[in-house]
């Protein structure tokens, strides 16, 4: 098989920018700067539902957004581009004269990040994903009687930067996921489900049908009579699905810097030292793993490697150009919101094959669902358990369990319940498609914990 | 004259919609039958922190959709890109996608589904963008800001403003002519206070969460500025407050939190996508199955509940969802009892039952599917005091701060920013991280009492998620306090 080029819509898109931004930053005027981002894509978008296509959905845009500065002010703008350079050169005209025109009545930024140039650097993950109407007769038949419901969404993904002072980033990916769910009735007509994603930027069929195949395995598990549980404490062992929704919720504060001066951070007790987690627990930046780009809307380039938790200590909080102004400390190259974008767990020492005989007695959560703050500053999560969740008897997994809801605090689950996180870990990519097809994703273990609280 | 709200470089000429409509001509002999959708919108973010600029933000979504039925089948093209080749590149892809699905679609759809309608439809405000300065905008929100500010414990204090100036015009192979245009105000305040280790955040009626079709007439100083000092107070109030107790009473629910109750155990559960599991990947299936309606004792007799877009003012309302069907005033629950859910044309075809005009979708770039719009619970007759009065051991919870529901919308756990104990008929202490937990129908039978029609408030939110691909909808929901008897409750700790 020949190596996949560029995808032909990145290459125009990049064409595009590059011309648009070049005759943007020349109509400046001494005092004025602008850093311009692109967000593009070309998408397809196919879903299911009982193995039948619900919808299906074509995609072009592209999302320019540009901050303005002058007289230490800024405003932000953003247009969405038709792809043609005099049409979208007048929208941006009209942009830039309305940015003229607040910053004479905003009031100063105190804050405000003067731009400079942080460089360049450009990569491209080529690929060669199917068009979704490739798939549509394949996944029909191979899913049949499995009820398999969900979403293929397919196609290229850019994201560039540059600014008035030089600076140039581009980052462009060709890929697709298939996040999708099987279906059956228990012995007692209740429905259950388990969850899978297939994602690559080449579709391998052969890689496809092993995880299906794993899936309908699942399934058949599944049918027997659920058990139900009593709201307490149990052991646990947590896939790493089910510990992404629990991580995931970091991305809401919890390892900001803004957010901490702000009161606002979930970890504030972890880095004030007034908590401890586990020393098994090292989390960082990595963005080795290359879900997304290494730099930020300002145009900041984050370290390959940010250790943030080290030894179960929360050593470094996410810090932007503008959160460090403010509070006069240094960036590590955060984006706007310092939210983590590519974060990884360390793994642990314990094999696939220990993991139900160390669980011995308790539930194997295969994922969890609707996560929220129960108690921000205690780090307190609500949820649920949602798809193939088991309840394991000596080692052995005996029956499905009826979803129950759990609360439970980081401070604990990782910290003096953390038995054990496996020694294989897995990349799981942002399935994100709210107004844009996301990219990042994390790279994660599962975790083995002696106490894990369900209370409804 | 200074700069202005109004911003509209290029709103929708008469020749681009005619270009439009040629285009249909043009393709309508290739298909079933076929819909444009043209969405703009341009969006002010305008935010102040701590007395300076925070955000200011100005965008401007401009794109189509192309609808295509063929051989059975909808498919989507959506594109920004309104030259006619881009139009005939969107065109293509749906056009092929149609036909690809061909005897995998869930159903047979046909030009029925999608019927003639032509009208128009304006948000109702008092005041136009172009008599509001930006400059008064942000003078407002700094002012918002210092009142905020009550105390040195405040560390941070946030206003925040959207303001959308939105117009769709739907037009079809089949001589559908749909003008929408809706002017739209969002407002956000808090203040978080700090003191030593504890941190707590009140806000007004919750995130984002004070959302009107309206004018900048609801940048109004006298009001907002004192409920701004109260928020402030409340918060540092909060610092001292005791910890909300883990026990079994009565809960009374403010309407800024009702609104949250009534989305996500009511509005969700109905939709009748979820119902036919087009969701259950995603946000979810429901616990509400096809043979519930008319049989389904969903909450007490006190409890009656409307699909109604036709509220002035309320963030949701609108005269014709995206398919074109006109939106009218439907009961979902009425007297308790489940009379109906929220499916578009599309669904209530699959499911064949009557459902109402919500086939929406968050912008051009997306397919319209199952949305809430303003889902109101209707009044009683109990005056809030007398429900206090009436009340021996409860407690009274405002404004959201947490929400979480299982993904058949039925164990849910919610998270209230204040609270107040209620002792023997009176309201007694300040309670910090008030929460409490239930199962929908059973929560809901336990309704007791509502308060009078005086007492209804009304709040939105631009933020309610659902898809694949994922969308944001704007809803609206109005609800006078309520009483539920024997509530779980409980407060925060590790």
């Known amino acids: 098989m020949s190596t996949p080029k560029t995808n032909p819509f990145c290459e125009t898109a990049n064409g595009h920018f590059s011309q648009l931004c070049e005759d943007f930053f020349s109509l400046l005027k001494e005092g004025e700067d602008a850093t311009c981002n692109l967000q593009s894509e070309q998408q397809d978008y196919l879903r299911f539902n009982g193995s039948k296509v619900r919808q299906s959905t074509f995609v072009q845009q592209h999302d320019l957004q540009i901050q303005f500065q002058s007289r230490n002010r800024r405003l932000d703008v953003n247009a969405q581009l038709s792809g043609h350079r005099d049409e979208d050169l007048l929208l941006l005209k009209q942009l830039l004269a309305r940015a003229r025109e607040e910053v004479q009545v905003l ?48 196609g290229p993904m ?93 991305s809401w504060g919890a390892l900001s810097l803004g957010s901490y001066k702000r009161g606002q951070c979930a970890l504030a007790k972890l880095y004030e030292g007034k908590e401890q987690l586990s020393s098994k627990v090292h989390l960082s930046e ?168 369900f209370t409804l | 004259m200074s700069t202005n709200l109004h911003f509209n470089p290029n709103p929708l000429p008469l020749d681009q919609v005619d270009l439009l409509k040629k285009f249909l001509a043009e393709i309508t002999s290739q298909v079933d039958w076929a819909g444009i959708r043209y969405v703009q919108e341009i969006t002010h973010w305008r935010g102040t922190r701590d007395e300076k600029p925070d955000i200011n933000s100005l965008s401007i979504e401009k794109g189509v959709c192309i609808e295509v039925l063929l051989g059975g089948q909808f498919a989507y093209g959506t594109t920004s890109d309104l030259s006619p080749a881009g139009l005939l590149r969107a065109f293509q892809k749906a056009r092929d996608m149609a036909v690809a699905i061909g005897r995998h679609g869930v159903f047979s759809f046909t030009k029925s589904h999608r019927p003639t309608v032509t009208g128009r439809f304006s948000s109702h405000h008092n005041e136009p963008l172009d008599q509001t300065s930006l400059a008064e905008v942000t003078d407002f929100l700094m002012g918002a800001n210092k009142r905020l500010r009550v105390s040195e414990k405040i560390v941070n204090s946030q206003a925040l403003a959207m303001i959308v100036d939105c117009e769709i015009r739907l037009l079809s192979t089949n001589g559908t002519d749909v003008e929408q245009k809706f002017l739209l105000m969002g407002q956000h305040y808090s203040a978080t206070a700090q003191d ?225 104990l209620i002792e023997d008929g009176k309201l007694t202490k300040i309670i910090k991280n008030p929460n409490y937990r239930g199962a929908t129908v059973q929560f809901w039978n336990s309704l007791k009492a509502l308060g009078p029609a005086s007492e209804v408030q009304t709040f939105g939110s631009p933020n309610c998620g659902k898809g694949e691909p994922s969308q944001v909808i704007r809803v609206g929901h109005s609800a006078p306090p309520c009483l539920f008897s024997n509530v779980q409750i409980f407060g925060g700790g590790k």
């Open chain 1, 107 to 154: 009031p100063e930024d105190p804050y405000l990040v003067p731009m400079s140039n942080s460089g360049e650097s450009h990569r491209d993950h080529v690929g060669r994903p199917p068009e979704a109407r490739e798939l549509v007769d394949y996944l029909a038949e191979c899913t049949r009687d499995t009820e398999f419901t969900g979403l293929y969404a397919t």
């Open chain 2, 196 to 420: 030593g280790g504890e941190a707590q955040t009140r806000t007004l009626n919750g995130s984002l969460n004070r959302c009107y079709q309206a004018g900048p007439e609801v940048f109004d100083k006298d009001r907002i500025f004192v409920e701004c000092e109260r928020v402030g107070r409340e918060a540092v109030e909060l610092l001292t407050a005791e910890e909300c107790p883990s026990d079994i009473r009565d809960l009374l629910i403010d309407p800024d939190q009702m609104t949250l109750q009534i989305h996500e155990s009511v509005g969700h559960p109905l939709e009748l996508d979820r119902i036919l599991g087009d969701e259950r990947n995603y946000a979810g299936w429901s616990f509400v199955k096809p043979g519930d309606f008319g049989k389904l004792q969903y909450g007490s007799k006190q409890m009656s509940i409307s699909f109604d877009p036709t509220v002035t003012g309320e963030y949701a309302s609108y005269a014709f969802d995206d398919s074109g069907n006109q939106a009218t005033r439907e009961y979902l629950i009425k007297d308790g009892l489940l009379e109906r859910g929220l499916g578009g044309v599309d669904s209530q075809k699959r499911l064949k039952l009557p459902g109402v005009a919500n086939f929406r979708s968050s912008s051009w770039n997306r397919a319209p599917i199952d949305r809430m719009a303003n889902i109101n619970l209707e009044p009683g007759h109990a005056p809030l005091a007398e429900m206090i009065a009436n009340t021996k051991k409860g407690i009274y919870m405002q404004s959201n701060r947490s929400w979480s529901i299982d993904d058949y919308r039925n164990k849910f756990q919610f998270g209230c920013e204040y609270a107040r």
């Open chain 1, 158 to 250: 850019v994201r560039g930067n540059r600014n008035s002072r030089g600076q140039k980033h581009w980052f462009s990916s060709d890929s697709f996921f298939l996040d999708y769910s099987l279906y059956t009735l228990n012995s007692e007509r209740e429905n259950k489900a388990v969850k899978a994603c297939y994602s690559s930027n080449q579709w391998q069929q052969s890689e496809f049908l092993q995880d299906l195949n794993e899936a309908k395995l699942q399934l058949k598990m599944l049918q027997k009579k659920s058990k139900v549980l009593a709201p307490g404490i149990y052991r646990a062992f947590l896939t790493p699905s089910a510990l992404d929704e629990l991580v995931q919720m970091l």
């Open chain 1, 286 to 453: 990595n963005f080795d793993l290359g879900m997304g780009p290494q730099f930020t809307p300002l145009g900041e380039l984050t370290p390959m490697q940010l250790p943030l938790i080290q030894g179960g200590k929360l050593t470094t909080l996410l810090s932007n150009l503008r959160s460090a102004k403010e509070y006069g400390t240094e960036s590590n190259g955060a984006d706007l919101g310092e939210n983590p974008r590519s974060l990884e767990l360390k793994p642990g020492t314990l094999t696939r094959a220990e993991t139900l005989k160390k669980l011995e007695t308790g539930v194997y959560l295969s994922n969890l669902h609707y996560a929220n703050w129960s108690d921000l500053q205690n780090a307190r999560i609500t949820g649920m358990t949602r798809y193939a969740c088991f309840w394991v008897d000596k080692g052995e997994i005996v029956a499905p369990i009826k979803d129950m809801r759990f609360d439970e605090s980081l401070f604990r689950l990782l910290g003096a319940h953390l038995e054990e996180l496996t020694a294989e870990s897995r990349i799981i990519p942002s399935t994100g498609t709210y107004q844009i097809r996301q990219l990042g994703g994390k790279k994660l273990p599962g975790l083995l914990a002696s106490e894990f609280r």
